[in-house]
């Protein structure tokens, strides 16, 4: 066991897990990370902590989220839902309807998500975590990994295992030898990543005016251009977020600061005057973000449906080579409860124990 080394490539919640893990059993790795911060889809805001990436987990059918929060003592609260939702479906008209509550209960952490990566990454050695380092090639000689980066440093190590924490689109794009199947290329090509298409608007205002009128801040539109809004209040703030219902060639049409004032025009039209003026707000278009979304991400697959890649590919990699990013967690893939399976089944093939952090079959 002590003789493997692990090259994780990306630094989402999939790779600082893995690394987190990794370093908690004593075995070595190393993580190249392309951006030049931590957490990938996972992004709040310096300020009040609001997420852009992912907001809610569901401790009722996601025990891996449940557990990993607990065991790093990361408080958690309930979304915000008392109250009335909104509807409109036209511009001129505005319904307001007895709040709806989803099955599950969804949970934030407090501070945003990005407070689960930096608590990860917390006890990480500084030596093993590479930033601003994108991997373009990995090889296979002699049963060593090699990889390659953009600005053309070769990093020699010897790796035993590599294990990609990347969604697989962006994978298909390293070079690599020896080459992927054709079938497990496209394989990857037909994995769609989750929410890639997508781009999130956040208001932030002095207090939550919504809930003084009984509102949860709940809204659903037609007109746009937030198709769906929620309250995104946290401990340091008051604020509604919204997905945007317009695809992204037509968000790229706008421009973000046009667009950033139309979603002020529609929160002013849904929740009235108070919501003219945000402290702040902020807009991040997933789309058009190279280290998230591909050319084939840029109009949304639709339902979540269940991501079929294979952890573990054919030979020649079959060995050395993991898949241990969300879209490889199975019935959970797209989430972060994906991620995190992806990595335990990774991890209990390292370790030669099954079920240490397999917590069950969750239903949603
Ligand atoms: C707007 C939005 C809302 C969401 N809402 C939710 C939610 O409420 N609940 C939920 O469970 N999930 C949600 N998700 C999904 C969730 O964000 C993902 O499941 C999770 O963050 C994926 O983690 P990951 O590590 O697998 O992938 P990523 O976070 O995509 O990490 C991949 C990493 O690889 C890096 N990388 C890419 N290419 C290279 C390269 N060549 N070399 C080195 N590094 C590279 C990237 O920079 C990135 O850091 C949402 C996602 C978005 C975008």
Known sequence: MTTQKIAIVGAG???VYAAYRLHGLGLEFELFEARDRLGGRILSTATGGFDLGPTWFWPDCQPRMHALVAELGLPV???YEQGDALIERWATERVRREGYRSGNVSMRIQGGTARLVQALAASLPKTRVHLAAVVTGVARVDERVHLSFSDKRIHTADYTHLWLALPPRLGKNLRMVPALSGQEMQQMANVPTWMASH???VARYAKPFWREQGLSGDAFSGVGPLAEIHDAGTDQGAALFGFLGMDAARRNGVGASALKALCREQLVR???EEAADPLEDFFHDWAADPFTATPDDQVSPGWHGR???QCAP???WSEAL?????EAGGEQGGYMEGALAA?????DEVTGETGVRRLGSPHC
């Open 199 to 201: 781009a999130k608007y």
């Open 343 to 347: 990595v335990d089944k990774a991890l």
């Open 307 to 309: 991501h079929e890649l």
């Open 77 to 79: 609260f309930q979304q």
């Open 270 to 272: 849904l929740f009235g």
């Open 322 to 326: 993991r898949w241990i990013g969300s």
């Open 13 to 15: 919640l999939a790779g």
């Open 314 to 316: 054919d030979a020649p």
